[in-house]
């Protein structure tokens, strides 16, 4: 009687990379729709709905139909390969909940500024904070029905971008668009460290 030969172990699967990546910019903007446009998870939602005590502070110019906001984030996870899934953090739009900004940008390999082109000023808070600390950041153009389109040279000129950094147009309700995004900004994320790794030229 033949002795069984043993079965040597199969190789535990590797596990995936986890990064964690922010969404941003003005209130309305459509973040919370993004993260819920791609999250393979039911996505947290921090939404309340807005009240009369915020009416002063809240600008809902351009987003007359909202009826609720971010407090304190979003949050959603896409895999985008079997060894590589996302982690989403939406930031909160407000000037008076921007001390939760500084939590939430600990650990991130970089963010999504989101913008609408009706409202564009209201992004330049949020690309001033990644410049600022030298977060990888990328500009996505949420396109609404209705608002004017404008091209990604238009935009980065107006927003006073580096070269480098990525524009794209997107309809955040979409899933495969927000993808492409997300999948955007984490080559460009790589692009900037690979140029940090590389030696300076003599």
Known sequence: MGMARSRRPEPAAAEPVALKLLVAGGFGVGK?????????????????????????????????????????????????????????????????????????????????????TRRLADCFAAVDYFEQRGIPFMVAVNCFDGAELHSPDSI???????????????????????????VTLVEHAAEVAEAHRAPAPM
């Open 156 to 182: 980065r000129e107006a927003l006073d971008l580096d070269p480098g950094a990525p524009v794209v147009l997107c309809d955040a309700r979409e899933r495969e668009s927000a993808k492409n995004v997300l």
């Open 32 to 116: 919370t729709t993004l993260v819920g446009a791609v999250s393979e998870i039911r996505p947290l939602l921090t939404e309340e709905a807005l009240s009369e005590a915020g009416r002063p502070v809240d600008d809902t110019a351009g987003v007359e139909d909202k009826r609720t906001t971010t407090v304190a984030m979003d949050f959603g996870r896409i895999t985008l390969r079997e060894d590589l899934v996302l982690y989403l953090f939406g930031t909160p739009g407000q000037d008076r909940f921007w001390f939760l900004w500084d939590e939430l940008a600990q650990g991130a390999l970089g963010a999504v500024v989101l913008a609408d």
